[in-house]
Every structure is written in structure tokens, then in C-alpha cells.
């Protein structure tokens, strides 16, 4: 409810509900474009194009899904546009200092560091196709279907790249798979 509020009050051109959409969303969607990118300034030029472009067609904008699910189809979309038009160099999430969330003490989050080092790794071996639909769906939190559908896949494809992307990731990290 919160959300349809402030993209209510975006409408309006209250500056404020925009400010508080892009903090509550800046860090999720930061992790997704990097996540598909690889790329820290590609990842924020795409969080940054995808916030511009909310705010510019915020007047006219009826969300039938979630706001959050929206701007990471925006992103994602801006990412591939961003990699299509320049040649990336490649950075594991460790490397583009995303903080914990809610870490206080110290060894929770080195333990989260751990884990996010070797998530990333793991993505990074994952076909990009696999890889975004699968972080869309779970960092995203879409559904494959608004998966499908912002990727204009028939949903069959966007299971299927779902399901042997994440059979993949964990042989990669069980240690199964090939390095």
C-alpha cells in the first residue's frame, strides 16, 4: 500500500515520495544490475537511467504490478542496453562494495560477505540468459510470468532457463560442476 501511495503522490510531483522510492529501492535494484552486468558503472548508470525514466513518466504511469518488480524490469531492460553499447568489464559483487543489510555485528557480516562473494562467483558462470531470469525472479521478486512478459519470453522458456540455471548454480556450488 505504501507504494501505490507514493507513486500516487509521484504523480502529484511530490520531489519527497520520489526521494523515498529511490532509497527503498536503490540497493535491491543495484545488486540486480550488477548481478546481470558485472559492471559497477554500467549497474549504477542503469539504476540511475531507470529512476530518470520513472520520474519522467510518473505522471502518466498506472503500475498493474508491483513498483519494485517494475523498476527491476527497468533496470534489467537498461543493463542489456548498457551491454549492447559498450564493451563491460567483469567484477564479482564483492568487488562493487555492496554492504550487508542489517549487519551489526562484525562476523555476520563477513559471513554474508562470504556467501555474497560466492553467489557471485557462481552467477558469474551461468549463460546471461539464465542468469536474469533468475535474478529477476529472486532478487526481483517477479514471478516468471511478469519474468516472461518483461523479457517478452513465452513463460515455458523462462521456466525452463529458471529450472537449468538453478540446477547449474547448485553443482557450481557444491562443487560439482567444472570451474
Not at 515455458?156 to 562443487?175: C, E, F, H, P, Q
Request: glycine share 4%; proline share 3%; net charge positive.
Amino acid at each position: 500500500m505504501e507504494d501505490r501511495s507514493l507513486v500516487n503522490r509521484c504523480r502529484q510531483g511530490d520531489r519527497d515520495a520520489l526521494r523515498r522510492i529511490y532509497e527503498k529501492y536503490r540497493d535491491d535494484l543495484l545488486i540486480v544490475a550488477i548481478a546481470l552486468s558485472h559492471d559497477l558503472t554500467i549497474a549504477e548508470d542503469a539504476v540511475h537511467d531507470a529512476f530518470v525514466g520513472f520520474a519522467r513518466t510518473s505522471r502518466n504511469l498506472h503500475l498493474k504490478r508491483s513498483l519494485k518488480a517494475y523498476l527491476a524490469t527497468s533496470v534489467a531492460n537498461r543493463v542489456r542496453d548498457l551491454l549492447r553499447a559498450r564493451q563491460h568489464r567483469c567484477l564479482g559483487l564483492e568487488q562493487a562494495r555492496v554492504t550487508a543489510p542489517d549487519t551489526s555485528e562484525p562476523s555476520r557480516e563477513v559471513s554474508w560477505n562470504e556467501r555474497l562473494e560466492e553467489l557471485s562467483s557462481a552467477l558469474e558462470k551461468l549463460p546471461q540468459e539464465q542468469r536474469e531470469v533468475i535474478v529477476l525472479h529472486i532478487h526481483g521478486r517477479m514471478r516468471l510470468r511478469a519474468v516472461a512478459q518483461s523479457l517478452g519470453l513465452p513463460v515455458n522458456t523462462v521456466k525452463s532457463r529458471y529450472r537449468y540455471g538453478i540446477a547449474k548454480l547448485r553443482s557450481i556450488m557444491d562443487g560439482e560442476a567444472p570451474i
